[in-house]
C-alpha cells in the first residue's frame, strides 16, 4: 500500500479539477490549504481557469422591476447575483470575457468597471467631455464599449457618439474616447462618419462584440459592421454576407462565436448563423440552420443574446431560452413569474466567468 499522506491525485489533475469550478466556490475553498489559498492569485492558475471559461459562454440579465439580476450557465442552469458592491444604481452597458461595464443611474459621467465573480471593481476617471453638450442624441454617448483579452493586461473602455454644439443638429464628427485601464487616462479622436446607415438600434447598442483586437457594432440598416481598432485609433467598415445586405424582412444581430466574428439571421421559421471564416479577406460562411416552427409563437420577440458551437440562449419578453445545437432540443431555462414593465431581452448580454482583474 502506498502512503496515505501521499495526495491521490496528481497536482496538475487537482488544478485541472479546480479550474473548472465557478469561481464563487474557488474562493470558498481557499481555506482548505495553503496552496488553494494562492490559487487564485497564481499567475499559472489564473490563465488556466480564464482559457476553460472563455468555452462557457453565459446570459445575464437584469430582472425586470427587481434589483436582482440573473446568470443562466447551460449546464449549472440559473443563479441570482448582484452589483450592490458598487454602491450604486447602476445600468450594464457593455460585457467583455468577465469584465462588465457599468454606468451609474442617478450620476450621468460616472462609469465603472467590475467582475461580479470576484466583486473587484474600479471607477473610471471623468473625461474632460461634457457627454450632455457632446454627444447625439440622448446626452450620452451612442456606443459604449468594453475590450479585455484575458492573455494581456489591462482593458479598454471606449465611448463614441456624433458631435453636436447645444441646439444644433449633429455635424458629421464621430467623437470618439478610450480609457486605457493601464495608463489610466482617456484619449480622443474624432474621425468624419457619416450616419449613412440608419444608425443603431438598442440591440445593436448592447451587442457589441470584441474579437481581432477590435470593438465591432452592426448598423441597423444592414450595410455593414463598424470595428473600431483600438491599436491605431481608426474606424473600418467590414462587409456582410450579400445574402444578409440583400434580403429584406430579416432581423440580424451581431454575435460572437468562439472567438469569431457572427450573425444570427432570423426569418419567420428560421435562424441561420454566420461566422466570419477569414477577417482579412472577410469571408462568411453558414455553420447552420435552425427551425423555428416549434416555437413559431415566440419568434416575433425573440433575441439571440450568446452562442457557441454547441447551444444558442435567446432571450424573449419574459423568457430565456437554449437551443442545444447537437441534440437540436429547445429547453426553457429561466421565466419572469407575473408581470414586467421592461423586456429581459432589453438587458440581456453574453458573459464568461474569469478571474480577470479590474485594477
Known amino acids: 500500500m502506498g502512503n496515505p499522506k501521499d495526495p491521490l491525485f496528481p497536482d496538475e489533475v487537482i488544478l485541472q479539477i479546480l479550474a473548472r469550478l465557478p469561481v464563487k466556490s474557488l474562493f470558498r475553498f481557499k481555506s482548505v490549504s495553503k496552496s488553494w489559498h494562492t490559487l487564485p492569485s497564481d499567475t499559472y492558475f489564473i490563465s488556466l481557469f480564464n482559457q476553460l471559461s472563455l468555452k462557457n459562454q453565459t446570459l445575464v440579465a437584469e430582472v425586470p422591476d427587481s434589483s436582482a439580476l440573473i446568470s443562466v450557465d447551460n449546464l449549472r442552469g440559473v443563479s441570482e447575483f448582484s452589483l450592490e458592491f458598487l454602491r450604486d444604481r447602476v445600468m450594464i452597458r457593455a460585457s467583455c470575457n468577465g469584465l462588465l461595464c457599468c454606468a451609474s443611474v442617478p450620476e450621468k459621467g460616472v462609469y465603472y468597471v467590475c467582475n461580479p465573480s470576484t466583486r473587484e471593481f474600479r471607477t473610471l476617471p471623468r473625461s474632460r467631455e461634457r457627454h450632455v453638450t457632446r454627444f447625439y442624441p440622448d446626452g450620452e454617448a451612442t456606443l459604449v464599449g468594453l475590450a479585455c483579452d484575458v492573455g494581456r493586461k489591462g482593458f479598454y473602455v471606449v465611448m ?153 440562449f435567446l432571450a424573449t419578453h419574459k423568457q430565456v431560452l437554449v437551443y442545444q445545437r447537437r441534440s437540436k432540443l429547445w429547453k426553457e431555462m429561466f421565466s419572469v413569474k407575473g408581470s414586467c414593465s421592461l423586456p429581459l431581452w432589453f438587458s440581456a448580454h453574453a458573459f464568461r466567468s474569469t478571474i480577470v482583474p479590474c485594477n
Request: some cysteine.
Open 160 to 312: 463614441a457618439g456624433y458631435h453636436r454644439s447645444f441646439g444644433h443638429r449633429p455635424d458629421g464628427s464621430f467623437v470618439c474616447l478610450v480609457f486605457d485601464s493601464v495608463s489610466n487616462k482617456w484619449r480622443k479622436f474624432v474621425s468624419a462618419l457619416e450616419d449613412d446607415c440608419g444608425g443603431f438600434t438598442h440591440m445593436s447598442k448592447n451587442q457589441v462584440v470584441f474579437v481581432n483586437g477590435r470593438l465591432h457594432w452592426l448598423m441597423s440598416g444592414l450595410c455593414y459592421v463598424l470595428a473600431l481598432d483600438l491599436e491605431h485609433d481608426v474606424w473600418r467598415k467590414v462587409s456582410l454576407p450579400d445574402e444578409i445586405r440583400c434580403s429584406g424582412g430579416n432581423r440580424v444581430y451581431l454575435l460572437e462565436l468562439d472567438g469569431f466574428l457572427s450573425v444570427i439571421q432570423l426569418s419567420d421559421v428560421w435562424m441561420k448563423i454566420w461566422k466570419m471564416r477569414d477577417y482579412v479577406s472577410e469571408v462568411w460562411c453558414v455553420v447552420d440552420s435552425i427551425s423555428l416552427r416549434c416555437i413559431k409563437g415566440l419568434v416575433p420577440g425573440i433575441f439571440p443574446i450568446c452562442q457557441t458551437g454547441e447551444y444558442v
